[in-house]
Structures are given as C-alpha cells and as structure tokens.
C-alpha cells in the first residue's frame, strides 16, 4: 500500500532532550517536506527536499534540522525541544514539487 | 509573495443543506496550482483535488464541486446535500514559483466545517 509512514504518532518528552521523528515514503517519490499545524495558524512548512541530499528551510524552520540521505527517508530532528515547539506535525511526499501532497498520519509533540 | 485566504473560519450548517468554501488567493504567476485538502476530526489529510491555472473548467465529483475563476482569483469548494461525515477542517493551497514558502507552496489557515445532524 502507498503510503507516508510517520512515527511515533504521540510524544511526551522535557526541554532540551534531542528527539527524531521519523518519516518514510514507499512511493519512490522526489518531493518530501515537513509541515507543524497549530490552532488558528493553519499548515506552516518547516522543511522541504527536492530530492536526496538537497534540503531547504521553509517558512518555520528555527529550531529543527532534516536530512535527506535516501530518496524513502526524511527524518526531523529537535535538537533541543523547547515548549514554544508543542504542536501537531506532519510529513508529506510528493513525486514532484506541485503534484499532490500524499500526508504521514501526523505527530502529536508536546514539549513539557 | 503569494497568499492564500480562507476567509471563513468556521461554518456550521444543518445537514443536507449546500455549503460553500471560499478560497481566494495572490500570485504573480501564470502557471500555477490549486489544491484543496481535507482533515477529519480523526485529524489525517486528504488529498481532494489539484487544478492548474490553465484549467478553468469546473470540476464535479459526486457531491463535490469546485468553481475555479481566474478573473476573481478564487477556487471555490461546493459540497452539495451536506452529510454529518463532511465535518472536518478543509485546507485550500497554492503552489506557484514566485514567493510564498520558499518552495512555492502556501496554504491557508484551513476553514472548520460543522454540519449538524
């Protein structure tokens, strides 16, 4: 089955410990990105990849990294989580830029 | 730089009437594209469907319909006979070239539909 795979889908975790959230694409698709959702603020892009090894800041990305080193992965790190990074996150790939957006089941973060 | 807006917050309307989304957006581009996304209270996002700025004919699936209007700048959702199960948050979204994310692709902040048995 096509599909995004994001995980985990809920985490608990204190300022400043370093966590990944992981995200795989089965689709061999070029395009993957990173979107957070917060009440109010809609769908804001912290990171986008073209294709491996090119990655790009969207419009929120203080505070994050990613990385591209296969085409199916697209992980995103949280150095050092901080509470203002709570929020509902979301993968997505698509096969290019500007086709349909096929989204991962989505990360509920809250940094305490 | 680009813009989408979604002008309606929230809507709530009683069950089998005829709502409509609106979606207006900017872009200094003549190519471009239009989606629409839709998330269920379950909170996953679902593809609806993808137009591209040379396609002005309107689209209809099933209850669905979309109005596209390059004069007005407007990509308009129509969900026709409303059921409880079209409850959800519809995101519309633009991909363009010229601004907006810096890879061209500006969403708006989602409209919360309500329909009420």
């Known amino acids: 089955e096509a599909q995004v795979t994001q995980n985990p889908r809920y985490l608990i975790t204190v300022t400043g410990k370093k966590l990944t959230v992981t995200c795989s694409q089965n689709m061999n698709h070029e395009y993957m990105s990173w979107y957070r959702q917060d009440p109010g603020l809609g769908l804001r892009q912290i990171y986008y990849s073209m294709n491996v090894e090119v990655t790009d800041k969207g419009d929120v990305p203080e505070g994050y990294k990613v990385s591209r080193k296969e085409k199916r992965n697209f992980p995103l790190i949280l150095e050092s989580p901080s509470p203002n990074q709570t929020s509902l996150y979301f993968c997505a790939s698509s096969l290019r830029r500007s086709e349909k957006l096929f989204f991962g089941s989505g990360t509920q973060l809250s940094v305490l | 730089a680009q813009k989408v807006t979604q002008a309606q917050t929230e809507i709530s309307v009683v069950e089998k009437e005829d709502v409509t989304l609106d979606c207006v957006y900017e872009?200094?581009?003549?190519?471009?594209?239009l989606f629409w996304y839709k998330q269920p209270p379950s909170g996953e996002l679902v593809f609806l469907i993808r137009?591209?700025?040379?396609?002005?004919q309107n689209e209809i699936s099933g209850r669905y319909s979309w109005n596209f209007q390059k004069s007005t700048s407007s990509f308009n959702f129509t969900i026709t006979a409303s059921q409880v199960v079209d409850s959800a948050v519809y995101f519309c979204?633009?991909?363009?070239?010229?601004?907006?994310?810096?890879?061209?692709?500006?969403f708006g902040k989602g409209t919360h539909l309500i329909i009420q048995p």
């Open positions: 872009t200094r581009d003549t190519t471009y594209y």
């Open positions: 137009r591209n700025s040379f396609d002005e």
């Open positions: 979204a633009l991909s363009g070239f010229s601004g907006g994310g810096a890879d061209g692709l500006t």
